[in-house]
Nanobody, 121 residues
């Protein structure tokens, strides 16, 4: 059973930065999703642990960076130039192996409990 634990959420002003962390006990493909109030959960970014290939949603590309620390089994999401529309609960997700349907939440077996990110205008 893979366990995921997010941390690093909080309140920040527009234009600011936050870094989210996800401590993972397993999985070889990790992603971040988010759910804004009244909206469905959406894909944000993903990374392949072996090799480090990354994937981003168009709305965050160039502002967010996903990375991993293999020694500490931790995935990070560095979020820069934050906008009020980035306000959401952010979730870490994991699965074993790459899937071409990685943007779908249904491809993931394991989820963290979520961490709130609030961006004020």
């Amino acid at each position: 059973q893979v366990q995921l634990q997010e941390s690093g959420g909080g309140l920040v002003q527009a234009g600011g930065s936050l870094r989210l962390s996800c401590a993972a006990s397993g999985g070889t493909f990790s992603s971040w999703f988010r759910r804004a109030p009244g909206k469905e959960r959406e894909f944000v970014a993903a990374i392949i642990w072996n090799g480090g290939s990354t994937f981003y949603a168009p709305s965050v590309k160039g502002r967010f960076t996903i990375s991993r620390d293999n020694n500490n089994n931790t995935v990070y999401l560095q979020m820069n130039s934050l906008k009020p529309e980035d306000t959401a609960v952010y979730y870490c997700a994991a699965r074993a192996g790459f899937s071409y349907r990685y943007r779908s939440e249904y491809e993931y077996n394991y989820w963290g409990q979520g961490t709130q990110v609030t961006v004020s205008s």
